[in-house]
């Protein structure tokens, strides 16, 4: 039978037993699609799992880019071919597909009735789960793989719009600076206000960028054996002029003898300045910011606990999510800096989680974070401490 020799040659259907391939081989039928030709479309209700024979096979997933009435539509896309199958919610209610499937050119495909295999899993057990572990498998490695794909997309199209941005801001300046002729003072102003925009859209472009670098990219070449303590200690700086001028007062303690960190300097110092930075924009005046250290034998915690408005409870689950932005967040941004925080740590092989309020206190929050620390044992001595006061 020619569709059980197309079977056996597909990772997810050849490792079944030959009864069970038989009764699968039976619900298939042979479908030839056309260069550009729908298989089906995103919404669709999903009836057959397909596995192609021959051709190739696009999936796509429409993104909007804007406001979804008047947004920009452009398809993102994966592409399969001969014994690749495609169409798993056939196998999984509610059964709505999430990508289109476009023929890229003469292709065909069997197309296995979904709910006979689903019968079928139902009558048989042992096979129907031996089915379901590998379509597991393949759709967390095809989401791994689309990740990454949009994660290189966002990574260039972010690119592509930081230079003329940069362009603009710096054309922005030097009329601002009065080296392109006198500005009168009403149009200094819009000028100056337009200036602020755009770097503010500079900064969201950045956020991208170092997102999508994480997302995408591997930390082996940046490890290095690094002292957590100056790490702190240059994110400390980067607040605390804010911290003064806001009357918060920024507080660490570091164990003494604690031994070097393999991490990546600049990734670690980036998600300390954030958790420091959103501490004290959320802590008033009068109010502490306080970062300190422990040695837990095979692994370091550092713990940002501030003063401040805290956060409810019922945002607290979502707080590290991508975009998520909180009730009481004021500043304008993208919702990115947690989410590039949890990133940065589990790129390390850490965790991060939040308390807010912490314990024994009635407000504020307190960020904490694990990471792997160094082979050598930390020398036992008094702790390192330092503290700015507000002004």
């Not at 960020?367 to 700015?388: D, N």
């Amino acid at each position: 039978m020619v569709e059980m020799e197309y079977l056996r040659r597909t990772p997810l259907l050849g490792g079944l037993p030959e009864a069970f391939l038989a009764r699968i081989a039976a619900m298939a039928v042979e479908q030839r699609y056309g260069p550009g030709q729908y298989i089906f479309r995103e919404g669709e209700e999903s009836t057959h799992l397909y596995v192609i024979t021959d051709g190739r096979v696009a999936l796509e997933m429409n993104l909007v880019i804007g406001r979804r009435e008047v947004g920009e539509r452009r398809a993102f896309a994966v592409v399969l071919g001969p014994a690749d199958c495609f169409s798993w919610s056939a196998l999984v209610p509610p059964h709505i597909l999430t990508m289109s499937a476009v023929a890229m050119q003469a292709t065909t495909v069997l197309a296995i009735d979904g709910a006979a295999l689903r019968r079928l899993i139902q009558e048989e057990p042992r096979s129907g789960i031996v089915l379901l572990r590998g379509l597991a498998e393949i759709v967390s490695s095809r989401l791994i793989e689309a990740r990454a794909k949009l994660c290189a997309i966002i990574a260039l199209v972010s690119h592509e719009l930081k230079a003329p941005l940069a362009a603009v801001e710096s054309y922005l300046q030097v009329m601002l600076g009065g080296y392109a002729g006198e500005v009168p003072a009403q149009q200094q102003e819009m000028l100056a206000r337009c200036s602020v925009r755009v770097q503010e859209l500079i900064a969201l472009i950045d956020a991208l960028l170092r997102v999508s670098r994480i997302e995408t990219g591997d930390l082996s070449p940046e490890i290095a054996p690094t002292d957590l303590a100056t790490l702190i200690d240059e994110a400390v700086e980067n607040v605390a002029p804010a911290a003064r001028d806001k009357g918060v007062r920024l507080q660490v303690r570091v164990p003494d003898g604690l031994p070097p960190l393999p991490v990546a300097p600049l990734r670690i110092q980036e998600a300390l300045t954030n958790l420091l930075d959103n501490a004290v924009k959320f802590t008033p005046a009068g109010g502490s910011v306080d970062v300190a250290v422990t040695d837990a034998g095979d692994r370091v915690q550092v713990e940002v606990r501030d003063t401040g408005i805290g956060i409810p409870a019922d945002e607290q689950p979502r707080i590290f999510d991508e975009f998520y932005r909180g009730r009481m967040a004021q500043a304008r941004g993208l919702g990115l800096g947690l989410s590039l925080v949890k990133r940065i740590v589990e790129a390390h092989g850490g965790r991060i989680w939040v308390e807010s309020p912490p314990a024994g206190a009635r407000s504020g929050s307190a960020f904490s974070f694990i990471l792997p620390r160094a082979r050598e044992q930390a020398r036992p001595g008094t702790a390192v401490a330092w503290t700015i006061e507000a002004a």
